[in-house]
């Protein structure tokens, strides 16, 4: 970890004034869009659900990515420690400047933060739309009128206070903000690992039932069915439905009972669980037990559509 001191840049034309601020906005739209991630990623047909090897390799690889995140956040922090300690040793001038010049930043972007967050014109539009009375259509307007105001208010703050720090203060405060905006990068990349990572573990988890499935297959001497004839089981117990639940004991697209359900593994109601999750059970279910057509087995009907065993 490094922890040297920085050296202050000199000059007021370091980086342009909006620069931070633009950065920060994206920061915080990259952390919006990182919510979705964990389920964008179980659609992903590339996803090693049925290989262990490569679950195994990818999670080690989510585990690396969210200790870098750690450090490069540990180090951003570090750094900006430094800042912090660097700004409280100058003279008196220079640090009521540099701290000015810092509070006015954090409104400006917090300001526009949320305005961005609010959705802009359009959201604007619709929130004025849906006053009840001319008396709340003019409290919803003059609040949109008064929002807008100041934020162009905290902007131009901003750049005056720029305009008039000097150059030692200028350096300080831009130094900080640098750091300020590392570090929120590093946060948002940690948040965006650790759903890698929880990712990565169910996925191994899943990779690690089809791989015990596979074992049961060769010691019991069964055939592993193919995926239109699992297909044409799923229809035939539940028309495919992962989330079938009518009341009548079966659950879910297989038409687990609760207690084979918890016997292969699983955990509440099947008919509760990721469609991957069902798949994979089932498959044990029949590696260990067979189709169980025609003997009152896992699928006494429906399993006709698999192979015998």
């Given amino acids: 970890m490094r922890t040297e001191r920085r050296a202050p840049r000199s000059g007021r034309n370091a980086r342009s004034p909006l620069v931070g601020?633009?950065?920060?906005?994206?920061?915080?739209?990259v952390l919006v869009a990182g919510v979705s991630l964990a389920s964008a990623q179980h659609d992903d047909p590339r996803i090693p659900?049925?290989?262990?090897?490569?679950?195994?390799?990818?999670?080690?690889?989510?585990?690396?990515?969210?200790?870098?995140?750690?450090?490069?956040?540990?180090?951003?922090?570090a750094e900006?420690?430094?800042?912090?300690?660097?700004?409280?040793?100058?003279?008196?001038?220079?640090?009521?400047?540099?701290?000015?010049?810092?509070?006015?930043?954090?409104?400006?972007?917090?300001?526009?933060v949320e305005a961005y967050v609010s959705g802009g014109q359009l959201t604007d539009a619709l929130y004025i739309l849906d006053s009840?009375?001319?008396?709340?259509?003019?409290?919803?307007?003059?609040?949109?009128?008064?929002?807008?105001?100041?934020?162009?208010?905290?902007?131009?703050?901003?750049?005056?206070?720029?305009?008039?720090?000097?150059?030692?203060?200028?350096?300080?405060?831009?130094?900080?903000?640098?750091?300020?905006?590392?570090v929120e990068l590093a946060q948002t990349e940690?948040?965006?690992?650790?759903?890698?990572?929880?990712?990565?573990?169910?996925?191994?988890?899943?990779?690690?039932?089809h791989r015990a499935a596979d074992?049961?297959?060769?010691?019991?001497?069964?055939?592993?069915?193919?995926?239109?004839?699992?297909?044409?089981?799923?229809?035939?117990?539940?028309?495919?439905?992962?989330?079938t639940n009518t009341g009548n004991s079966f659950y879910g697209a297989y038409q687990f009972t609760v207690t084979t359900w918890i016997d292969m593994g699983g955990s509440g109601l099947p008919s509760d669980a990721k469609p991957e999750e069902q798949d994979a059970r089932a498959r044990y279910l029949y590696a260990l037990r067979g189709s169980g057509f025609g003997v009152g087995g896992s699928w006494p009907l429906c399993g006709r559509h698999l192979p015998r065993g």
Wanted: proline share 1%.
């Fill in 21 to 29: 601020l633009a950065a920060l906005l994206a920061a915080f739209s």
């Fill in 49 to 77: 659900w049925r290989d262990a090897a490569v679950a195994a390799e990818e999670l080690a690889e989510a585990q690396v990515r969210l200790l870098d995140a750690r450090g490069a956040l540990e180090q951003a922090q």
């Fill in 80 to 112: 900006l420690d430094l800042l912090q300690v660097a700004l409280a040793e100058a003279d008196e001038a220079t640090y009521v400047m540099a701290s000015e010049l810092q509070a006015s930043r954090d409104l400006a972007r917090d300001l526009a």
């Fill in 132 to 182: 009840a009375t001319a008396n709340d259509f003019a409290f919803r307007s003059t609040l949109m009128t008064e929002g807008a105001d100041a934020v162009a208010r905290s902007s131009r703050e901003y750049l005056a206070r720029r305009a008039a720090a000097t150059d030692e203060a200028l350096a300080i405060a831009e130094d900080i903000e640098e750091m300020d905006r590392a």
């Fill in 190 to 209: 940690i948040v965006k690992a650790e759903r890698s990572l929880a990712d990565a573990e169910w996925v191994m988890a899943i990779a690690e039932i």
């Fill in 215 to 243: 074992e049961l297959l060769v010691a019991n001497g069964r055939t592993d069915p193919t995926e239109e004839q699992w297909e044409a089981l799923r229809f035939c117990e539940s028309t495919g439905n992962y989330e």
